[in-house]
């Protein structure tokens, strides 16, 4: 069997894959996000010896303007594990095409016969290969790493909205037997949220990040990515990204390192620490290069106090949880939703036709994703700061995902698909099975109730109380920061939609109670930010 295209691969790495023939019974597609040999066992169990197949598609790499750090990660990751699978004696096909995963995998199926695939967790690559698979030209298996079968979600939530969280948490800690003593949580309860919610001043004192040595495959990909990707967003830095064993074993330290206060400040933000006491793992779990079951041990053999502990583990199960959501609505292309059509390259490009699929829209949001996310100043601090640590790192932690980015995005009417495109081609952690629901179903509302009660918004008082953004910021949190405006129009706004909503009531009642020329400022502060933003113009306090 020949490699396709193997004079592409870069001469180091390629010279390091050892050439044929081969002695295997069966060959098994490795996707890009498989990256674990554990998953693989079940299927040499049934068909005997295998060899491993791995393919790197630049159509795949240009179908969204993805950040150069994400494609990267990714790439440096596969082609280590490629080399790591061949010492442990998988015999490998390295394959490098300009095409996509589905013409190179007809190719080969056409010359050795069918090859064995894991279930994909992306729905755009299981779209992309459906076809294969249903010719025989693909053979799939289950896909065993997930910590919780299809079963315990449709059990406990069911296959139709509303789907909520908390049945779906309390069955999988009663399954695993996670902190429960005789069929009871430990602390008499299952949920430290409460307590999950302090800001963070300086004190402890953050861990910095491991800082990573490069080594001869990031070098190469680092300089193929700027070459053959050179149009996309960021820059390549492999000092800030995991990509070999001895990386991922750091990694892992720096994890343990950071539960004796993840739990605590988890939702707190500081300019002096970007990740605070985050543990900078899904990016090694989505990749399956730390499989979930690592992360959860680790977290359960730590000395952490409850709280902290419990607050990861609840960060592993909504994982669990928005994968099955994802999967059992077909993406959300089953729900019944508002619906519009939109952009796919979160208005990086000076130009793109619409999508002629539509996508979900509850709210009829229709303002294109401002510049500023892609790095033009804004003038607001906590955007400016959040969106410099997505263009420096592709990687911000959870709240500025959501009580920021998202937040002012659904606050300014941006259309969901917009801004959920750009967190899927911007962040090094994202894919669609895991950022859609959280963007369109937590950080937009785009889906109505599917997944939430209520929307995810704020003013500018939460920003204050929750981070240090606004010491910086020329705007004052309470007398000039347009962001409480946006909020009070948002709600005014939106109000129809809302109407009958409990978990709204009050705020609507608020709204309600502001005079005639109260609401109009809060709508022209609107106007005027969408207009500056959309605009690339920088916003001035002395201009609202």
């Not at 050439?19 to 019974?25: I, T």
């Not at 669609?432 to 959280?438: A, H, L, S």
């Amino acid at each position: 069997m020949k490699r396709l295209n193997a004079s592409t691969v870069s001469k180091g790495f390629g010279n390091s894959i050892q050439e044929g023939p081969y002695n295997v019974d069966s060959w098994v597609f490795v996707a890009y996000d498989q990256l674990n040999l554990s998953l693989f066992k079940t299927i040499e169990q049934m068909v005997g010896t295998v060899g491993l197949v791995f393919i790197e598609s630049a159509s795949k790499g240009r179908s969204r303007p993805y950040h150069k750090q994400k494609l990267a990660l990714l790439l440096s990751n596969q082609r280590h594990f490629a080399l790591e699978a061949q010492e442990a004696g998988y015999p490998i096909n390295y394959l490098v095409t300009q095409g996509s995963y589905a013409e190179t995998l007809t190719v080969l199926a056409n010359e050795v016969g069918p090859i064995h695939c894991v279930e994909f967790a992306e729905y755009s690559t299981r779209m992309e290969l459906q076809p294969l698979i249903e010719s025989g030209a693909l053979v799939t298996h289950p896909h065993n790493g997930w910590l919780t079968p299809r079963s315990w979600f449709t059990e406990t939530v069911g296959t139709a909205p509303p789907f909520r969280m908390d049945r779906f948490y309390r069955r999988v800690r009663k399954e695993t037997g996670w902190l429960m003593v005789d069929a009871q949580p430990v602390g008499d309860k299952y949920s430290f949220d409460e307590e999950n919610r302090k800001p963070w001043r300086g004190d402890p004192v953050a861990p910095a990040p491991p800082a990573f040595t490069p080594d001869g495959i990031d070098h190469e990909v680092k300089t193929m990515v700027d070459d053959v990707y050179s149009d996309h967003p960021g820059s390549v830095d492999f000092t800030q990204i995991p990509t070999s064993e001895a990386d991922i074993a750091a990694s892992m330290e720096f994890a343990r390192s950071c539960l004796s206060h993840f739990g605590t400040y988890e939702d707190a933000m500081s300019t002096e620490s970007r990740g605070l006491f985050h543990t900078r793992l899904a990016s090694l779990l989505n990749l399956h290069r730390v499989m979930p079951q690592q992360a959860a041990e680790m977290a359960l053999e730590s000395k952490a106090e409850l709280n902290n502990i419990e607050g990861f583990l609840r960060q592993l199960i909504w994982r669990e949880y928005v994968h099955h959501i994802h999967e059992v609505t077909d993406g959300f292309r089953t729900l019944e939703v508002n619906r519009s059509l939109a952009r796919r390259d979160a208005q990086w490009y000076d130009a793109a036709p619409l999508d002629g699929e539509p996508h979900p829209n509850h709210l009829e949001q229709t303002f294109p994703l401002p510049k500023a996310y892609w790095g033009q100043k804004s003038g607001l601090a906590c955007l400016d700061e959040s969106v410099a640590s997505v263009m420096e790192e592709g990687w911000t932690h959870h709240i500025p995902r959501l009580m920021v980015l998202s937040n002012i995005a659904h606050l300014l009417d941006v259309q969901p698909r917009e801004l959920t495109d750009w967190f899927h081609a911007a962040f090094i952690d994202a894919y669609d099975w895991v950022v859609e629901p959280n963007v369109f179903g937590m950080g937009t509302f785009a889906l109505g109730s599917a997944m939430m009660t209520k929307p995810y918004v704020a003013g500018s008082a939460y920003i204050n109380r929750m981070s240090n953004h606004c010491k910086s910021c020329e705007f004052h949190p309470k007398k000039t920061c347009p962001i409480g405006r946006l909020y009070w129009a948002y709600l005014e706004r939106h109000s129809h939609a809302f109407a009958g909503n409990h978990r709204l009531s009050m705020a609507l009642r608020n709204v309600a109670k502001r005079n005639k020329e109260m609401k109009q400022l809060d709508h022209q502060t609107f106007l005027n930010v969408q207009d500056a933003l959309a605009n690339g113009r920088t916003l001035r306090p002395d201009e609202q």
